[in-house]
């Protein structure tokens, strides 16, 4: 049963746009660096990910910083930007009762500024694994689903007043966690289907099966008489440098499978750890940024 003032929600609507097909797009997880974007051209990239921290906008209630998502896409190019909102402040967390409000709130104030100019945006991330962006609100799953839908339906309706083209993406679900399907079940029957234009899943480890993923989803949609959604891979990369290159393969060769990959990312993240990036973080290269670049370029 949806647990939500149907009127409240009226704004909810599907874009018309044409959903993307087998695209390869990049998570820019430093796109304050103007070498990113430019990166990212030499790639020939279509798609960028890129995050906005919900704690960086709005550090305390009320006070949003309007200069900080310009300053976030300040050397964006042609790229269609799908923007990540994430990381709520501490203070919405301790008055969770109004959680669903205030994150629409923050992004109502971010789609005035983009308007049209973002072509997607996904709502949170990984949420069946507290810790990289969506509260824990104390381990209690059914609890923390029941939070994200109405908080995912509150914000696409806010979005929907300044954005009326942009896909809508549920937050991308990690391998790890509580159980991504079951954790889908338990958002989807409490998000209205005129909410969300597509699923994101972080298929971490899963090359080779991008297909079976989709076809699992699809049950899942079928189980609960809810109909079909594209499933967007909003994130997937490796640390294992070794490997990354055939992965790599492995992910293009799939590309016909799916409507849209994001590869994470431009660069590593630090200098001492999360070595996921085509580049090292002070930005010297590596040879997974030409394979790459190889393979993009002869699709």
Same mark, same amino acid.
């Given at each position: 049963?949806?647990?939500?003032?149907?009127? +409240?929600?009226?704004?909810?609507?599907?874009?018309?746009?044409?959903?993307?097909?087998?695209?390869?797009?990049?998570?820019?997880?430093?796109?304050?660096?103007?070498?990113?974007?430019?990166?990212?051209?030499?790639?020939?990239?279509?798609?960028?990910?890129?995050?906005?921290?919900?704690?960086?906008?709005?550090?305390?209630?009320?006070?949003?910083?309007?200069?900080?998502?310009?300053?976030?896409?300040?050397?964006?190019?042609?790229?269609?930007?799908?923007?990540?909102?994430?990381?709520?402040?501490?203070?919405?967390?301790?008055?969770?009762?109004?959680?669903?409000?205030? &994150?629409?709130? !923050?992004?109502? !104030?971010?789609?005035?500024?983009?308007?049209?100019?973002?072509?997607?945006?996904?709502?949170?991330?990984?949420?069946?694994?507290?810790?990289?962006?969506?509260? !824990?609100?104390?381990?209690?799953?059914?609890?923390?689903?029941?939070?994200? &839908?109405?908080?995912?339906?509150?914000?696409?309706?806010?979005?929907?007043?300044?954005?009326?083209?942009?896909?809508?993406?549920?937050?991308?679900?990690?391998?790890?966690?509580?159980?991504?399907?079951?954790?889908?079940?338990?958002?989807?029957?409490?998000?209205? +289907?005129?909410?969300?234009?597509?699923?994101?899943?972080?298929?971490?480890?899963?090359?080779?099966?991008?297909?079976?993923?989709?076809?699992?989803?699809?049950?899942?949609?079928?189980?609960?008489?809810?109909?079909?959604?594209?499933?967007?891979?909003?994130?997937?990369?490796?640390?294992?440098?070794?490997?990354?290159? +055939?992965?790599?393969?492995?992910?293009?060769?799939?590309?016909?499978?799916?409507?849209?990959?994001?590869?994470?990312?431009?660069?590593?993240?630090?200098?001492?750890?999360?070595?996921?990036?085509?580049?090292?973080?002070?930005?010297?290269?590596?040879?997974?940024?030409?394979?790459?670049?190889?393979?993009?370029?002869?699709?």
């Amino acid at each position: 049963m949806i647990l939500f003032n149907a009127k +409240a929600y009226a704004a909810c609507a599907l874009s018309p746009a044409r959903h993307p097909s087998g695209i390869v797009g990049l998570q820019l997880f430093h796109p304050q660096d103007a070498r990113s974007w430019e990166w990212a051209r030499d790639l020939d990239v279509e798609w960028v990910r890129i995050e906005i921290r919900w704690d960086f906008l709005e550090p305390e209630p009320g006070k949003i910083d309007e200069q900080y998502y310009s300053n976030v896409v300040s050397y964006a190019g042609n790229q269609k930007i799908m923007l990540l909102f994430n990381h709520a402040p501490r203070w919405a967390v301790e008055r969770d009762d109004g959680f669903p409000e205030y &994150a629409a709130r !923050a992004v109502s !104030a971010i789609a005035a500024q983009a308007g049209e100019n973002i072509k997607a945006w996904e709502i949170f991330n990984e949420p069946n694994l507290p810790g990289f962006g969506w509260p !824990a609100w104390e381990g209690n799953e059914e609890r923390s689903a029941l939070q994200y &839908a109405r908080t995912f339906s509150a914000v696409s309706a806010s979005i929907r007043e300044h954005n009326k083209q942009a896909f809508i993406v549920t937050a991308g679900l990690s391998p790890d966690g509580n159980d991504p399907e079951n954790f889908l079940r338990l958002v989807v029957r409490d998000i209205p +289907a005129s909410c969300y234009d597509a699923i994101g899943i972080h298929p971490y480890g899963r090359q080779g099966q991008l297909q079976k993923i989709q076809d699992n989803i699809k049950t899942v949609m079928n189980e609960e008489g809810l109909p079909q959604k594209p499933i967007w891979f909003t994130e997937f990369g490796t640390e294992d440098s070794g490997k990354r290159d +055939a992965i790599m393969r492995q992910i293009f060769a799939e590309s016909d499978s799916y409507p849209i990959l994001f590869w994470f990312s431009e660069r590593d993240l630090t200098r001492w750890g999360n070595n996921y990036g085509l580049r090292e973080y002070d930005g010297s290269g590596k040879t997974g940024y030409n394979v790459f670049k190889t393979l993009n370029r002869s699709r």
